[in-house]
């Protein structure tokens, strides 16, 4: 059988970047990768909308969120959380865990946080110093406004940090025009690596905060200082030993966005995301995120009666297709469909027509061929900002 | 020009390791890489002579340590550093930066911290909750007296933390029996793996001081939080999204060392330590490290009047030897021969060849062959406990 991997992280990774992996390993400090991680720094730049430094560090995605937030938080900090899912919990968690204070604006799973309920925050909480939310919420398959609420955050005291781990690469991200201060991603979405680097931008007021909060104590961070990534990136260099082999991997990767340009890269989502919505008609499923879904993943309900984790090990089993299921209360509502990095329509195609074939054999009623057809036609008759 | 890597990290990886980072990448929440973890974890413990839980991390070893470092202090904790260069002063810097107050216990660069030392910190320091130690010291190529430091810490309130970064996998380190509570190493050494993981072995006494510690404010970590990974790795999970691909890759890496034997593994280290000190007299250079060198790699001086930077490129540009110079203040004083995981005497060999070549071209006074002699003797001469 051949597996098909369809989750929201990791994703499948290039062959010319997979055989990279495989070259002897060479020394870091040296002449050679500190050209490669120049290169690799100016092209991520590219991908970020940013002139900023983007500091590689080798860590989860959740390591890169680490750094944004305890450069800038100290015990007592008031951070407001937009929380529209898993991961916005996220950033919750760790503000909690390093004793800021959390203020929490939520809205209904599957929904998101509005530039209506950030404005109410700002205003009743002047004093604080962070804003967190999420680019994708990949829990819910939702989009955040980060255009909408960086405008808000920009002409604050707080800096504006953001969790695009699973978004950058796929949809528009403007981290400077959009005013975040810091952008989180990892290296294992639509960056097309494996799992074990993250990257995070930060802007002049960011590095400004960095440096006041630690005026105000002991640092919360070493290995996440980003002060230290940044003086090193000035030599091509970095504070720490560098997971290299994946740097020069990511090169590859990079060079296909760079080819294709990210307004193309951005279309190209959007367009297996609207395959993937209408695809939900021609199943007979119900979209969980409806008004601002994500381009990266498309995320069904699962109809009543049916187990999710037999659907998932089915497709997995029976053929190959390997898609995620709901996590923490969302376990058993919902299954997840990633479109992201170096996964195409096909793919997609594929994914859709084994739910069917699924689906239909667990009772579920559906007209058969339907979905694959409503999927191949709107993947035809896409235009771009339609 | 073939390249042959003899650098203290990251070191040569083998071929079959390398072949499994090139195979497509797989889904982490699985029942499959469920049981790869657990099997790279049970190696590991036997790598780290330890029953106790080891904590794999996605970070640089320096994540590892301060993993262990802030799990168990707090601004203010008195934390006893034994330092015999350059990583045994990043423990220090570690612990200032988060505001513990640290003791100094040092030695000469090229000599070891002595267990009469810490018995006297140790009686000064009462109140002191954390010792640090270095197996394998890379920068001066000193060996620390593990065993002896680990007696004392033993009895005492003090947890006992030790960077086996490049010592784990290459020389003697019973983590339990020689009662160190955090025992650090990364992949990239001896474990013969690309960077970018760092593994922490936790005993009950450390798990214990962490619980502890957290009664005393807000935690120091969140993404190094170890009771996190202990918790999951009873699943056979991780707490965050790890370097899969490493992490399976790893596994071939470790069939090599058990399939030896890990008393075969450190005895094959020290017999390539022998025959690398063997040709210093050759090569007519002094070894830094004279009385307690680690085997993992030899230290020698730079003769007098000869530019340790030129003889570094020399045998890069002229022979593809990668060694290392010296970091900070050792910088221009010294070159450093790694030989640790996937190296072997012949490649020892190499390097003094190449050693020998490019000294003497630089007149340098070396009788024509006798470092690869010397190398040789030593090898063919050496016997185990000698």
């Given at each position: 059988?051949?597996?098909?991997?369809?989750?929201?992280?990791?994703?499948?990774?290039?062959?010319?970047?997979?055989?990279?992996?495989?070259?002897?390993?060479?020394?870091?400090?040296?002449?050679?990768?500190?050209?490669?991680?120049?290169?690799?720094?100016?092209?991520?730049?590219?991908?970020?909308?940013?002139?900023?430094?983007?500091?590689?560090?080798?860590?989860?995605?959740?390591?890169?969120?680490?750094?944004?937030?305890?450069?800038?938080i100290?015990?007592?900090?008031?951070?407001?959380?937009?929380?529209?899912?898993?991961?916005?919990?996220?950033?919750?968690?760790?503000?909690?865990?390093?004793?800021?204070?959390?203020?929490?604006?939520?809205?209904?799973?599957?929904e998101?946080?509005?530039?209506?309920?950030?404005?109410?925050?700002?205003?009743?909480?002047?004093?604080?110093?962070?804003?967190?939310?999420?680019?994708?919420?990949t829990?819910?398959?939702?989009?955040?406004?980060?255009?909408?609420?960086?405008?808000?955050?920009?002409d604050?005291d707080?800096?504006?940090?953001?969790?695009?781990?699973?978004?950058?690469?796929?949809?528009?991200?403007?981290?400077?025009?959009?005013?975040?201060?810091?952008?989180?991603?990892?290296s294992?979405?639509?960056?097309?690596?494996?799992?074990?680097?993250?990257?995070?931008?930060?802007?002049?007021?960011?590095?400004?905060r960095?440096?006041?909060?630690?005026?105000?104590?002991?640092?919360?961070?070493?290995?996440?200082?980003?002060?230290?990534?940044?003086?090193?990136?000035?030599g091509?260099?970095?504070?720490?030993?560098p997971?290299?082999?994946?740097?020069?991997?990511?090169?590859?990767?990079?060079?296909?966005?760079?080819?294709?340009?990210?307004?193309?890269?951005?279309?190209?989502?959007?367009r297996?995301?609207?395959?993937?919505?209408?695809?939900?008609?021609?199943?007979?499923?119900?979209?969980?995120?409806?008004?601002?879904?994500?381009?990266?993943?498309?995320?069904?309900?699962?109809?009543?009666?049916?187990?999710?984790s037999?659907?998932?090990s089915?497709?997995?089993?029976?053929?190959?297709?390997?898609?995620?299921g709901?996590?923490?209360?969302?376990?058993?509502?919902?299954?997840?469909?990633?479109?992201?990095?170096?996964?195409?329509?096909?793919?997609?195609?594929?994914?859709?027509?084994?739910?069917?074939?699924?689906?239909?054999?667990?009772?579920?009623?559906?007209?058969?061929?339907?979905?694959?057809?409503?999927?191949?036609?709107?993947?035809?008759?896409?235009?771009?900002?339609?």
């Amino acid at each position: 059988m051949k597996p098909r991997l369809l989750c929201p992280g990791p994703t499948p990774v290039p062959e010319e970047t997979l055989l990279e992996l495989a070259m002897p390993v060479t020394f870091h400090r040296s002449s050679q990768f500190r050209a490669i991680l120049g290169a690799v720094v100016a092209d991520l730049q590219e991908v970020f909308c940013t002139k900023n430094p983007v500091c590689v560090i080798t860590s989860s995605g959740t390591g890169g969120m680490e750094a944004a937030l305890t450069n800038v938080i100290r015990p007592g900090t008031k951070v407001i959380c937009c929380i529209s899912g898993r991961w916005g919990e996220r950033w919750k968690n760790i503000s909690k865990a390093f004793g800021a204070v959390v203020v929490e604006l939520t809205c209904p799973y599957g929904e998101a946080i509005t530039p209506a309920q950030l404005t109410q925050a700002l205003k009743d909480h002047p004093d604080a110093k962070v804003v967190t939310a999420t680019l994708s919420e990949t829990s819910t398959g939702v989009r955040n406004d980060i255009q909408g609420l960086g405008a808000l955050v920009k002409d604050t005291d707080a800096v504006f940090i953001v969790d695009a781990i699973s978004g950058l690469g796929v949809m528009e991200c403007r981290t400077d025009d959009w005013h975040v201060d810091f952008c989180v991603t990892g290296s294992q979405k639509a960056l097309m690596l494996p799992a074990g680097l993250a990257f995070v931008s930060v802007s002049p007021k960011g590095f400004k905060r960095i440096d006041e909060t630690l005026t105000q104590g002991p640092a919360a961070s070493f290995y996440f200082d980003l002060r230290k990534y940044r003086d090193n990136l000035k030599g091509n260099d970095t504070p720490f030993t560098p997971a290299n082999t994946l740097i020069k991997a990511l090169r590859h990767s990079l060079a296909r966005l760079k080819a294709e340009g990210m307004e193309k890269v951005w279309q190209r989502h959007e367009r297996m995301a609207a395959a993937a919505r209408a695809a939900a008609t021609g199943l007979n499923l119900k979209l969980f995120a409806r008004v601002n879904p994500t381009s990266g993943l498309t995320v069904f309900e699962v109809p009543e009666g049916l187990d999710a984790s037999v659907i998932l090990s089915r497709l997995e089993k029976e053929h190959g297709i390997r898609i995620a299921g709901g996590q923490d209360t969302m376990k058993g509502k919902i299954v997840r469909l990633a479109h992201m990095g170096y996964i195409d329509f096909f793919e997609v195609l594929a994914a859709v027509s084994a739910l069917e074939l699924v689906l239909s054999d667990m009772g579920h009623k559906i007209e058969s061929g339907a979905g694959v057809s409503a999927a191949q036609r709107a993947f035809a008759s896409w235009k771009p900002g339609a």
